[in-house]
């Protein structure tokens, strides 16, 4: 088949309005068969059934593409962490325990998305949509570290949200990367990877000083929100 002839088809899928849908959805089915880092940009116009030119049509090169996908797979990410944590009902306590498992679960159900969010090389705060969209995710654990910093044990100094909100993420992050993966990267483990992440948690909180049964700690009011060393509390 002709440039000319392919173009033509290009042009077709154009008009209807699905050439970047279509590219798009190209790229992440590369990204989940090869890695981010395994294709080219005319591998997914090809993929698409489109001319190599076609795509610069909706997208300036290839990073673009990425960054895009990375931006609806932290959108997503933000769905479920928030879904997880509804807010902290009907408790704190309970709702943090299920953010973990929740980001484990978009690990494995979406490897795709994933590995274009945080292993497809591309610098988040180059695309203000992406960066907002990985700021939101972020908010929903920072927000579940300040209501579990707010049932720190009396007595004991309490820890900075957000530097609990980081430690917490990266545990997180790289129990889901090395044995939480929905992909063949995946490390064996003589575990589930939520009772690995699950202890890992308990032992950091218990760490900071707090009591080994969670549930022990009442719930106290939220203190106004107010800006530290830290940063600004999420809003």
Not at 47 to 50: D, F, L, N, R
Not at 74 to 87: R, S, T
């Given at each position: 088949m002709s440039w000319r002839k392919e173009e033509r088809r290009a042009e077709r899928g154009y008009h209807h309005g699905n050439l970047k849908e279509a590219l798009l959805q190209a790229a992440l089915g590369l990204i989940a068969e090869k890695g981010p880092a395994g294709f080219t940009f005319a591998d997914a116009a090809r993929?698409?059934?489109?001319s190599p030119a076609a795509p610069y049509r909706h997208f300036r090169d290839r990073e673009e593409l990425l960054s895009i996908i990375a931006q609806r797979g932290?959108?997503?990410?933000?769905?479920?962490?928030?879904?997880?944590?509804?807010?902290?009902?009907?408790?704190?306590?309970?709702?943090f325990m299920r953010v973990g498992p929740a980001y484990l679960a978009f690990a494995r159900n979406e490897p795709a998305y994933y590995s274009a969010m945080f292993e497809s090389g591309v610098p988040v705060d180059a695309n203000p949509l992406l960066m907002t969209a990985s700021e939101r995710a972020f908010n929903v654990i920072r927000a579940a570290a300040e209501r579990l910093a707010?049932?720190?044990p009396a007595g004991v100094t309490?820890?900075?949200?957000?530097?609990?909100?980081?430690h917490i993420w990266s545990m997180s992050?790289?129990?889901?990367?090395?044995f939480g993966r929905g992909d063949a990267a995946r490390r064996k483990l003589p575990m589930a990877a939520e009772e690995l992440l699950e202890a890992g948690v308990l032992i950091y909180l218990r760490g900071l000083g707090f009591p080994a049964d969670l549930r022990s700690q009442p719930e106290k009011p939220a203190e106004p929100k107010r800006s530290g060393p830290w940063g600004a509390a999420p809003q």
């Open positions: 993929m698409a059934g489109v932290f959108e997503l990410f933000e769905q479920v962490l928030a879904k997880a944590w509804d807010d902290g009902r009907p408790d704190a306590i309970t709702a707010a049932l720190t309490r820890p900075p949200a957000l530097m609990m909100a980081l992050h790289g129990i889901a990367s090395l």
